[in-house]
């Protein structure tokens, strides 16, 4: 049963959890002390951008023993494997309306289920968003998350002491593999508070606490609501980030993440207070982006502070220095690569790109890293070389993937102190242009 403790659960959330730390450059969790309970039910709320990543992250950011049930969307259970795999990750699916109307009785199945997960003081996790959503804003919140937990805490005349908590999930680079990520746990919500208006008016209590979670959830995601100029906060938010970060937020860990929520929030501000500002700061960012390209640049281009030649220098050495390891690295770990690019072609889908990486990594790796350490032995007739390179193949398999890191951020390095050094007064008359 889902609410009952699984040890092979476990076992997959610590192999799970070490690739998922492989995969990201920085993880940053902030808030899951302070307002995750080890006591009482909680019910995580996360926004929803990266398909399986999302819930891994979540599943990341609670206690060892806590085993996290999700509740996803059903479409995604009708392959007979797939449901197989899903519910062996403590998924269950929740039916929509396009589903099929046949189908939305059997919700009440899901929902006593989740009931249950509850009562038993076992985490639940529901996408509140109800699909998931790339872009870096929140949409409308629905009533899944209420409509399953008042519910339950009024069959128990509210004594389970439930929360919600809602949860961020951040992406610097949503499809970058070794970019960095930040999972912030907002103070818990409090269904308790909801008890006296569900005896009054159930449908009543369903919408405030929908609405309480929308607003809490808005003041944690970075949530570019304006559609018109949504290209323009994001590359505000590449542009700015960096530096907002050292001079806002010195001292944070989640610095990137505030400096985010701050730029779009002051952007926001301007639009309200004056339209005219707004508008003339719009066409100064467009005026930047025809600069950047005309230029070659990128909006991830370390802009205000480019590598002095000595930087370069040292950076080539030390590529060049280590590029055999890196090319041993990508002959060991040549089939895993062929076959993720296979894998990334099934989906059409662009926000399954960093779930098809993952996956490979995850499973392909270790496959391939057993079969060639298996040749090794056939061919050297010793156990010896073969266990040193199965141990061997997996690290510099992965330095090769950061060694490949490096070398493109050279590239972008060395094209950006060209162009600021060659085009002075061009590089200066950038930053002014992109300045929040």
């Known amino acids: 049963m889902l609410y009952r403790y699984d040890f092979r659960y476990s076992i997959a959330k610590f192999y799970f959890n070490s690739a998922l730390r492989l995969n990201f450059s920085k993880i940053v969790f902030t808030?899951?002390?302070?307002?995750?309970?080890?006591?009482?039910?909680?019910?995580f709320a996360p926004n929803h951008r990266n398909a399986l990543i999302d819930a891994l992250l979540v599943v990341m950011a609670t206690y060892h023993r806590k085993q996290v049930v999700f509740l996803a969307r059903a479409d995604i259970?009708?392959?007979?494997?797939?449901?197989?795999?899903?519910?062996?990750?403590?998924?269950?699916?929740?039916?929509?309306m396009r589903d099929g109307k046949d189908n939305l009785d059997r919700n009440n199945d899901i929902f006593n289920n989740a009931a249950r997960i509850l009562k038993r003081n076992n985490p639940l996790a529901i996408f509140p968003e109800g699909v998931h959503n790339p872009k870096q804003s929140l949409l409308p919140i629905r009533k899944a998350v209420p409509r399953i937990v008042l519910p339950t805490e009024a069959s128990t005349g509210f004594t389970l002491n439930?929360?919600?908590?809602?949860?961020?999930?951040y992406y610097r680079d949503i499809n970058a593999f070794l970019s960095d990520v930040y999972i912030t746990c907002g103070p818990p919500i409090e269904v308790s508070k909801y008890r006296d208006l569900y005896h009054e008016n159930p449908v009543l209590a369903v919408n405030a606490l929908r609405q309480d979670l929308e607003e809490s959830l808005k003041k944690m995601v970075v949530n570019i609501q304006n559609e018109e100029y949504y290209e323009e906060y994001r590359l505000a938010i590449d542009w700015n980030?960096?530096?907002?970060?050292?001079?806002?937020?010195?001292r944070q860990k989640d610095g990137f993440l505030q400096a985010s929520?701050?730029?779009?929030?002051?952007?926001?501000?301007?639009?309200?207070?004056?339209?005219?500002?707004?508008?003339k700061k719009m066409t100064r960012f467009r005026e930047a982006v025809a600069l950047m390209k005309e230029e070659g640049l990128r909006s991830t281009d370390r802009l205000w502070k480019p590598k002095t030649a000595t930087m370069l220098t040292a950076g080539r050495a030390a590529l060049l220095i280590t590029a055999p390891v890196a090319l041993i690295g990508f002959l060991n770990g040549i089939f895993p690569i062929l076959l993720q690019k296979k894998l990334q072609t099934l989906f059409k889908d662009k926000q399954f790109v960093a779930t098809a990486r993952y996956a490979a990594g995850l499973i392909f790796v270790p496959l391939f890293d057993l079969l060639q350490s298996l040749a090794v032995r056939l061919i050297t007739g010793e156990w010896l070389p073969a266990i040193a390179y199965f141990l061997l193949m997996p690290v510099t398999f992965y330095f090769a993937l950061y060694w490949r890191k490096?070398?493109?951020?050279?590239?972008r390095d060395r094209w950006l102190f060209r162009f600021a050094t060659r085009k002075n007064d061009k590089w200066q008359r950038l930053l002014a242009l992109i300045r929040l």
């Open 31 to 43: 808030g899951r002390s302070e307002n995750v309970s080890k006591q009482r039910p909680v019910i």
């Open 77 to 96: 259970f009708k392959q007979k494997l797939i449901a197989w795999v899903l519910r062996g990750m403590r998924l269950m699916p929740v039916f929509r």
């Open 162 to 169: 439930s929360q919600i908590v809602p949860v961020s999930i």
């Open 241 to 250: 980030g960096d530096q907002l970060s050292e001079e806002l937020f010195p």
């Open 261 to 279: 929520l701050h730029i779009v929030r002051e952007l926001d501000r301007l639009q309200e207070e004056d339209q005219v500002a707004f508008e």
């Open 406 to 411: 490096w070398w493109k951020q050279l590239q």
